[in-house]
């Protein structure tokens, strides 16, 4: 079993949405066996959680905790601020209506799990992908409406004070990535050097078919290179069958041609690189001390968020086919012995 063969090293977790534990189903069974972590997939985000000032609606979270709680499953919990899930109603007024909103919602959330999330993404992708404008902060709608990056300070300043004990945790992409790591860095020495009350670097490690592990490998080590303590969590991992030009995601132009609803019609070397990139990122994060906790970005391939990001095509990113069968990749990282 996954959560087994990792136990003394780290929780493994997986993305989920409500309706795969809301009743009997075989994913909840899978869940239940193989991981010893979820993350809620969006619904703890503040989209779902406040569509509308000063109203809340806790019915998804509280049954994604309630369920991963009677289960001795942990949660991560994911995101109290992200740019893409923050609703109109946070950023109208002035930067100090806009930190009285946002300390109240950071506060009301983390208070409400306080004990049971052990672990919050605080601020989501709050770096940016290029350099210059207002690198190395994304240029967001958080960072326009506030006009810097003091947004940061707030959320995590209010997380903290609302349960001293979550491990608190910034969040980004492309950590992989040599330029986007290094904002990313400046990002958080500048926050500790304030002394923010920041616990850990979160590496989402959304992979395609060509990556190298010892370059998100890399990731880890420069963290911990900078001697501060800092947890890592591999937070949002899947890998990509295809291999996209920039371009296909900036704007869905050059994408690589799906291999079609089958998962069959997917080349067993593809599954066999596959397999070697998970097994690669496993192996090195049980080296690394400072690797505390693994999430896989969804429990089977059927269910991935890159069936339609950043086009619409079936993808196979992750350990369990779209049949709930354990792939390649699964018997890769969960017995030594497997040959690929
Ligand atoms: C994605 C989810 O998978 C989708 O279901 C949702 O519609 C949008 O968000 N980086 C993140 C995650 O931090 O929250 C995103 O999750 C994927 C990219």
Redesign the pocket.
Known sequence: MLREVYAAHFPVGA?I?RSQIASATPDRAILAAQFSSITA??EM?PDIIAPTQGSYDWSRSDALMDWAEANGIAVRG??LL?H??TPAWFLSGSPADIRAKLQQYVTDVVSRYAGRIHAW?VV??VASDSGGGTAPYRDSNWYQAVGNGDYIDWAFEAARAADPACKLFI?D?NTELPAKRARYLEIIADLLARGVPLDGVGH?F?LQINADPADSLAAIDAVDALGAGLENHA??IDVSVYSDPGECFAGGVNCAASYGSQAANVPASVYAAQAQIYRGLFDGFVQRPSVTSVTV??LHDGQ??LNS?PVSRNNYPLLFDPDRQPKPAFHAVTDPAYVI
């Open positions: 993305a949405q997939e969006y985000k994911h995101a992200w893409q899930t993404d989501n992708e969040n992409y989402q959304h937070t949002e970005w969804g991935s968020w990001f």
